[in-house]
């Protein structure tokens, strides 16, 4: 592992006990399930706001969101996606989808088996996109859910929080989104084009990482691993 | 009311006696501006401070508000006779209070009253139905006043229209939205005059543009007044036995001299540059104040309550000084301020004169003033502001063109006010001076991005904001649309700020009543609220961790941690901040001065008016580097720590360094060198990289080739673009305005403005806002044409003086105490990345 990241290939790490690659979009890759994981893409987000305050954002957060997802798939080339919740940011975003969207997310969903898990923002994910609809998904080792559980969960991957964490070098500070892992239970960064990230030091994270973990940054063209020591 | 048959305006009696009784001959140009009056023309007064020049604006409509106020009630105007607008509300709030005075002196019965964000509401909506004959305001108030339904009620009937220190604002967005709400009472009140007061300028003729509609393809003027000037100024640059720093902003070296120049005169005001320097010359006078003489406080991140104490009691004159940022610039006339001290660089001749002028009302004497340099690049500037000042030589600004988000702004309003055909808007918008050239294809864009956000993708159809009728005029689509307008209007976008609470560390609350909350910060009491100190810009408090002490408010404080939108810091006896604040300069070095200290320099004969210490400082520099002839530019490469330097010194201008900096950083990615970072002060630019640049060619990394591609990429992906970005997606209406204290969703709520920039980007690259950005960073942040002008300068062989030093230079000494905050993106904040990941990786395998 350690030679692969210093390489600056690949990054991956043992969520408890599977070997897992940070892809730098922000999608976790499970080789040996053939199996891409992405958190809270948050579909038309931008829309959102035009319908309900008026402020009209460019409406193209979701083909961004959808032409980085596509570009994962075509490198890893899945057997199974699972979407972690908070795909659609409000229980009406599949309605304001537009027509190159719609076709964009069946073609996605159609190729492989496509799971669709229950957020907050989307109790009831669409059902007429392909796919199907969980609140939770067991596989092997891990444990796939939206909201992450209080207390000791060895092998849950979720989403949710949004993180992102700072380090400072030579008085410099970068801030980046992440994932983070004490190597028990991994927590997705946000994919979506217009999600903003939660500071791996805020209250919202506490309990639910040993105080050894790190922050996966993600950087330009690597995901560069920070010990939580480390973080600013 | 009749346009065509002004009001006679001679002097009536009871105006002579007025005069009369206060011993007062009309002046000249008061002279003038009333014949001017009164064959209706409108005019541009420039005048220098204590001039009279606000009576001159007033007295005509005064006059003509008398002789209507005596004639029969039948017969007269309804609405609004004479609107006033300032860009301080304190301004329009003193000035009324001066003209309430000669008002009830005369008897005059004219109803004078002022319009600002304070105002209660019901006084407001009276006004609209009920106006006074004279209001006085601001450019947003008039903006709001306009986006009403009975605006032309209001304003049908108006005379006279006065704009004070229209120098301090034609040239900004707000002046463009001044602008743009002008030529709409050029449509609503064709009659009105127009008169602009101002101070001297470089260019009078582009404010006289601007005070009159302008008609597409006919250029037309106001008239000029020019008052007579007053006493020149005395400028002193201090002299001292101290030894002048080389580097630093603080100036403490000054200080027992500065003390000593305050109890020497009544009272003084003392200018800097920046926030934090207030903040650290404040406290450092208050150290060296043995006889607690009031000396006060006052800048931009002050509450407002502790700055309109501070100005209070300086209008009662019980203050001997006040340090201030540029918020004392403009203002009140408190008339009894002895002399003006300057910490710091002058910037520009026109600027100094406007602080000078904050002295000494009175005409025949002259103001007095004292230069402090606070290090000595700073004592070349203030040598050459001072002779600029005595030779009475304006420097000019560049025009810059009518921002396109406030043109947005602006069709939002109008659309509130009544529904507009698009040739209506078209000559209104094309009458304000800033927009007379704009093109109707690019304001269709605007309407059309104000409607439905302007995007290709037409997704916001049933969303729209304004409305397109059946006759094809558009309207405000909703009541949540107009109020949303409404909240947003101006132009002023603050840095994000975040509001600063002091804590006592762990204690316990004292006094009586209700228990504070104990406050919480990451999960963890760290002790009682206290109370509002200020407000502190995000990216400030964001560099801090708890423990760090910083400056604020003339204390030294201790930062807590963060809670929500508040952050939380406690006293401490510390007297010196761990973290220091942004010392870089606010305002550029004007062009005009950067070139007056470039041929000092390059002069040794003139460096006998220098201090002995600052021509020992070049002497040196003679020594051990070089000085570069007049056409010559001066780089130094060295090594230093890890990295390893490239010094230039272009002495053109801050503006023109920072251009560079993006371009040499551009320029040395390619070159593999690893650049992490640039410095660009007034005088020189600094860049460091990882890669050794000493055997680089010069003229190659100068080279003035391909100038544009260089920049394209780099602003592409530059932060300074993206704060502008911000700036115009705000004031076009995208994004809603932060109002400290009313954000009713939390921050995680909004979208992050970078995320829409780099989305809208890649997706949509010639949207309008976009261009507006660009337009904006071309017009204001970069001056390109500057640092193309350099660059051909130096093309010729020889023409670069290239200096390879094992250590670093006299002249870079300086540069190398500035930190810099303008951080590159590219591959060196990945090497720093990966030397973190690296480390860790030795942890994981040792």
Known sequence: MAEAAAAGELATALVNGAGLVFDRSGAAWWPEERLLVVADLHFEKGSSFAARRGVLLPPYDTRETLARLEAACAVYRPKTVIALGDSFHDLGAAGRLGIDELASIRALTGGRDWYWIEGNHDPK????????CVAMLACGPLTFRHLPQQGDQPGEVAGHLHPAARVTVRGRGLRRRCFVTDGSRLILPSFGAYTGGLDVRDPAFAGLLAPRFHAWMIGQDRVYPVASGKLS | MDSSHPLPVSLPPVFREWFAARGWAIRRHQQELLDLAESGRSALLVAPTGAGKTLAGFLPPLIELYHELQGPPAQRRRGLHTLYISPLKALAVDIARNLEAPSKEMRLGVRIETRTGDTPIEKR???RHDPPDILLTTPEQLALLLSHKDAGDLFGGLRTIVLDELHAIENTKRGDL??????????????ARRVGLSATVADPDRLRRYLVPQFVGHERMADLVVADPGAAPEVAILRTRERIPWAGHRGAYAMP?????????????????????????????????????????HHGSLSVEQRRKVEQAMTLGKLRAVVCTSTLELGVDWGAIDLVIQLGAPKGSSRMMQRIGRSNHRLDESSQALFVPTNRFEVLECVAAKQAIEEGIQDGDLPRPGGLDVLAQHVVGRGCAEPFDMDTLYEEITAAAPYAHLDRQTVERVVDFAATGGYALRRYEQYHKLERLADGRYTIASRKAAQQYRLNVGTIVEAPMIKLRSIRRGGKARGTGAAPQVTHVAGKPVGRAG??????EEWFIEQLRPGDTFLFAGQVWRFEGMAENEAYASKTEEKEPMVPSYMGGKFPLSTFLASRVRALLADPEQWRFLPGQVSWWLDLQRAKSSIPKAEQMLVETFPRGSRHYLACYPFE????HQTLGMLLTQRLEKMRMRPMGFMANDYALTVWALGDMSRLDMHLLFSDEGVGDGLDAWMADSNLLKRTFRTCATIAGLIDRRHPGHEKTGRQMMVNSDLIYEVLGRHEPDHILLQATREDVSAGLLDLARMRQLLERIRPAGRILHRTLA???PLAVPLMMEIGRESIGGEANEDLLAEVADEFMEILNG
């Not at chain 2, 001044?178 to 449509?187: H, V």
């Not at chain 2, 320097?277 to 406290?283: C, D, G, I, L, P």
């Open chain 1, 125 to 132: 994910p669409p059902e007429n996109l392909g796919g199907w």
């Open chain 2, 125 to 127: 909506a009276r006004q």
């Open chain 2, 178 to 191: 001044l602008a743009l709400g002008l030529g709409r009472l050029a449509s609503i009140a064709p009659q």
């Open chain 2, 257 to 297: 001299d500065i003390m000593a120049a305050i109890k020497a005169v009544r009272s003084a005001l003392l200018f800097v540059n920046t926030r934090s320097q207030a903040e650290a010359s404040f406290q450092a006078l208050w150290q060296l104040n043995d006889e607690n003489l009031p000396i006060a406080l």
């Open chain 2, 531 to 536: 109370f509002h100190i200020g407000e502190v």
């Open chain 2, 653 to 656: 201008g801050r503006l023109a």
């Open chain 2, 807 to 809: 250590q670093i230079s």
